[in-house]
């Protein structure tokens, strides 16, 4: 762990984007509580107030606070990005490490789901699942989910086919241990660190595609705080009232780059050798 935290460190762009993110959590925690306005007040007195002492970051067409909207939505975008990348995590893990450790017909059947969910776009694939399902917060964790389970189940397949060859895991056969004890108390072990980056890379990836699908209408409640949300409503005053819109396409930028950037510092962090070979 020693060796963990000193390469870490040694990454600025990692931490940089490490303290970003502690940032929107620290947002996101206190939006009940330090949000100066409420997200879903009208005021027709403060429609499209430029920022200023009242309102900080300025107002929407409706007269909502734009700040106070961001902190909701980081809220809201974290609790997608983390169910999502939960859901992709855990299915995509436990069918990827089912396939590589048993193959044949299983390894066949599971693969060819995965293959089926690849060959279709992600957002055309999220927007299939979106409009089966309905518009939902709910919802669009699950769509996000099943989109990104596959990326999860090539993972955990490939490193559970390398780990399962191991010396240590002909030991635990050859001792009468139980193919699901071998793989969670041996193989499981071994091929966290993968799964660990790709993690926080969907997270970003997750926060994205729930920005797009409620960009489209196709995600979130219509009155959410949501960033996507605010963007849609925004794009249309750029001319008269910029920071209606930049200001939420401001906070899904730094999201998002500062989990990429996080990503490939873990990456670098728990395997040197990714980053020595170029990966």
Do not use: C
Not at 4 to 23: D, E, H, K, Q
Not at 37 to 56: F, I, K, Q, T, V
Not at 170 to 179: E, F, K, V
Not at 231 to 248: D, R, S, T
């Amino acid at each position: 762990m020693k060796e963990f935290f000193r390469r870490f460190r040694r990454n600025r762009l990692a931490v940089a984007g490490l303290v970003v993110i502690a940032f929107y959590v620290v947002l996101a925690v206190l939006a009940p509580v330090a949000a100066p306005h409420d997200p879903y007040a009208m005021s027709a007195d403060a429609m499209l107030a430029e920022p200023g002492r009242d309102h900080w970051l300025g107002a929407d067409p409706f007269g909502r606070d734009i700040f106070s909207r961001l902190m909701h939505g980081a809220r809201l975008s974290l609790m997608v990005g983390a169910i999502a990348a939960g859901i992709a995590l855990i299915a995509g893990t436990l069918m990827g490490m089912l396939a590589g450790y048993f193959g044949r017909w299983v390894d066949a059947v599971l693969s060819r789901i995965m293959d089926i969910l690849f060959s279709f776009p992600d957002i055309l694939l999220a927007l299939v699942i979106m409009a089966i399902l309905g518009p939902s917060t709910v919802n669009v964790m699950i769509a996000i989910g099943i989109v990104y389970t596959p990326i999860f189940a090539r993972i955990a397949r490939a490193s559970t086919l390398s780990v399962k060859e191991a010396a240590f895991v002909d030991a635990a056969r050859s001792m009468g241990a139980r193919s699901m004890h071998i793989l969670w108390r041996h193989i499981l072990p071994n091929i966290t660190a993968p799964l660990i980056i790709q993690t926080t890379l969907s997270f970003a990836f997750a926060i994205l595609a729930e920005a797009a699908l409620s960009f489209l209408g196709l995600g979130v409640e219509p009155d959410a705080p949501s960033w996507g949300i605010m963007l849609n409503e925004g794009k249309n005053w750029m001319e008269h009232a910029w920071w209606v819109a930049v200001f939420p396409g401001l906070a899904i930028t730094l999201a998002v780059l500062s989990f990429n950037v996080l990503g490939d510092g873990l990456r670098d962090a728990l395997d040197p050798k990714l980053r020595s070979s170029g990966a």
